[in-house]
């Protein structure tokens, strides 16, 4: 066996030491996450300034781009890995073109982690965010009121449903519907005179029409089990009809839950919800976990000049209904059918976020790098970024804490 001797251990150390002093701590940071990481790397103090950036959720969002941007003008997605500290230990990295042009990121499931992971990357200061269209892409529970299996929904409003008071449905009174009910009040079915400030937040209604224009230009992915299982709303009512038609690009909104909801009474009261708080404007066609956490995130940021809220776009798609069809009982749905579209959600996120994509950066020099003029409100419930919310009552409110 053969030993290095302590003079040689130490010159090392000292060469070490020099280059570190003489690079002035900017030695090149070797991602170790993938086999090809070897060959790439990011100085710190060179800035990517990405006009896309895709937030995918969790693994399964996030490979639909991996696999299928490459056969695109746009080029490898992984051409790139940069590391950041703060971000989820399972997705370590943000994944860029060559280009720099557009970047993605997976935070992870639930509001906690989409939240750490979008305000470190921010943080990070490898990136310019400024002029950066924040697509926030995912997988969805979809309303079969408003859509099926599939759909694919472009949203003006994110509606944080259980942050409000909640009884067990079996303890509350006899006339009531429901357990859940807003903070500051008697009962169900009433906007909240007390909050806490990230309840609902409303986008760019001029920028989520373009988006919705552009991902209409997709064939939208469909399958034989798909139409079989939401063939079973036919029998449900005129107001079901929704749920029984082929996937198509749709205009409504999403809630935000850590909780995975499923089932008739929650679907209804979670319905309601969204139409009180957003004082009739918002109609509630998907349910995920972490939408109002990344846009929490944007808003604070905005105010820093480091992002451009107005620049967020909002994309879920349909894998599963939020409760079950006529003739098949709420568990054996959530636990045995309940993703039976999941798929074709995932395609769809890619087909339709693609023609997104194609229609931002196509247009960049004549519409988008300045970005896109708002007629609406935007921001959250409580004006931080101007003017006053359009979907909260003038007065009676108070901020919680």
Request: include cysteine; proline fraction near 5%; glycine fraction near 10%.
């Amino acid at each position: 066996m053969e030993f290095i001797s302590s003079r040689s251990l130490l010159s090392a150390v000292f060469l070490l030491v020099g280059l570190y002093v003489a690079f002035g701590n900017k030695l090149p940071q070797l991602n170790q996450e993938s086999p090809r990481a070897a060959s790439q790397y990011v100085l710190p103090n060179s800035k990517i300034t990405p006009k896309i950036l895709i937030v995918s959720l969790f693994s399964a969002e996030a490979d639909v781009w991996y696999e299928h941007l490459p056969g695109t003008q746009f080029g490898d997605l992984q051409a790139q890995a940069i590391s950041v500290p703060g971000l989820s230990p399972q997705y370590p990295s943000v994944y860029c073109t060559a280009d720099g042009g557009i970047c993605q990121i997976t935070t992870g499931m639930s509001e906690i982690n989409a939240a750490a992971t979008i305000t470190s990357v921010i943080l990070s200061g490898k990136f310019d965010f400024r002029k950066t269209y924040f697509l926030i892409a995912g997988i969805a529970g979809v309303n079969p009121k408003q859509g099926t299996l599939g759909s694919v929904a472009l949203s003006q409003f994110a509606v944080q449903v259980a942050l409000q008071y909640e009884i067990d449905p079996r303890e509350v009174p006899s006339h009531w519907e429901t357990g859940y009910f807003s903070f500051g009040t008697e009962g169900p079915a009433a906007y909240p005179t007390e909050f806490y400030g990230t309840e609902v937040f409303e986008l760019n209604g001029a920028l989520r029409d373009l988006a919705a224009g552009f991902a209409s230009l997709a064939t939208l992915n469909d399958t034989d089990n798909a139409k079989n299982y939401r063939s079973k709303f036919g029998s449900a009512g005129e107001a079901y009809y929704p749920a029984t038609l082929p996937p198509s690009v749709l205009k409504c909104d999403v809630t935000t839950s850590d909780v995975f909801f499923s089932g008739y009474r929650l679907g209804e009261t979670f319905e309601k919800v969204v139409s009180t708080w957003t004082s009739g404007l918002g109609k509630y066609c998907m349910s995920a976990m972490e939408d109002n956490a990344v846009l929490e995130v944007l808003v604070r940021f905005h105010v820093s000049n480091l992002v451009d809220y107005n620049r967020a776009i909002l994309l879920r798609t349909g894998s599963n209904f939020d409760r079950a069809p006529p003739g098949v009982d709420a568990v054996t749905h959530l636990r045995g059918e309940h993703l039976n579209s999941i798929q074709n959600a995932r395609a769809n996120i890619y087909l339709a976020g693609i023609e997104i994509v194609k229609g931002i950066l196509g247009g960049w020099d004549a519409v988008f790098i300045q970005g896109v003029p708002s007629s609406n409100y935007v921001g959250d419930i409580w004006g931080t970024l101007g003017g006053f919310p359009d979907f909260r009552p003038s007065d009676g409110l108070k901020v919680i804490g």
